[in-house]
């Protein structure tokens, strides 16, 4: 049974890294499209610069949630790597409770906005802004189950990865 969820996790894994591809190979060509309007049809626009930044907004958010490892994620470690595993385990799990205690108590704050936003709509490309700012929503909610996911994993005994300076690598 735990082959088949890690199966169904690698599975749906690479489903992310698919959509982020389509999302970044997205604003890419509409970079490319604001490009030859203006400087080859000299015909200024609009809507690719706001597609551009609502793309941005949502692979950097959606990236950050269901793409980016544990593991590749940036951080200042000199004290964290240079401990040992317990206390490795008790670092993180004051880190992790302060992420999830802060997300859970902003949570109900990002709803409200989002839901708010419903009434007002993008210059351009008229998209409703709490359908571009759901995002966020999405990405809250995923950081919360890592966190009590990678906490229940540290209770259970499995102390985070101690950091091996000469296997740093930059997530190729």
Same mark, same amino acid.
């Given at each position: 049974?735990? /082959?088949? #969820? &890690?199966?169904?996790?690698?599975?749906?894994?690479?489903?992310?890294?698919?959509?982020? !591809?389509? !999302?970044?190979?997205? !604003? %890419?060509? =509409? #970079?490319?499209?604001?490009? *030859? %309007?203006?400087?080859?049809?000299?015909? @200024? /626009?609009?809507?690719?610069?706001?597609?551009?930044?609502?793309?941005?907004?949502?692979?950097?958010?959606?990236? =950050? &949630?269901?793409?980016? +490892? $544990?593991?590749?994620?940036?951080?200042?470690?000199?004290?964290?790597?240079?401990?040992?595993?317990?206390?490795?385990?008790? !670092?993180?799990?004051?880190?992790?409770?302060?992420?999830?205690?802060?997300?859970?108590?902003?949570? @109900?704050?990002?709803?409200?906005?989002?839901?708010?936003?419903?009434? $007002?709509?993008?210059?351009?490309? +008229?998209?409703?802004?709490?359908?571009?700012?759901?995002?966020?929503?999405?990405? *809250?909610?995923?950081?919360?189950?890592?966190?009590?996911?990678?906490?229940?994993?540290?209770?259970?005994?499995? =102390? @985070?990865?101690?950091?091996? @300076?000469?296997?740093?690598?930059?997530?190729?």
């Amino acid at each position: 049974m735990e /082959t088949g #969820f &890690a199966a169904l996790g690698a599975w749906l894994y690479r489903r992310a890294e698919d959509i982020l !591809m389509a !999302m970044l190979a997205t !604003m %890419f060509f =509409a #970079f490319l499209l604001q490009i *030859v %309007f203006r400087y080859v049809l000299n015909w @200024p /626009t609009g809507w690719t610069n706001e597609l551009s930044a609502i793309l941005w907004i949502w692979i950097v958010l959606f990236g =950050a &949630a269901f793409v980016v +490892k $544990e593991e590749e994620e940036m951080r200042f470690d000199l004290i964290y790597a240079s401990v040992g595993a317990r206390t490795r385990s008790a !670092m993180f799990l004051i880190s992790a409770i302060s992420l999830i205690a802060l997300y859970g108590i902003s949570f @109900p704050a990002v709803l409200d906005y989002v839901a708010f936003m419903r009434v $007002e709509k993008t210059a351009y490309l +008229k998209l409703r802004f709490d359908w571009v700012f759901s995002i966020y929503v999405i990405f *809250v909610i995923a950081i919360i189950a890592r966190y009590i996911w990678l906490s229940w994993q540290v209770l259970r005994g499995e =102390a @985070p990865e101690e950091f091996d @300076p000469t296997k740093a690598q930059s997530g190729i």
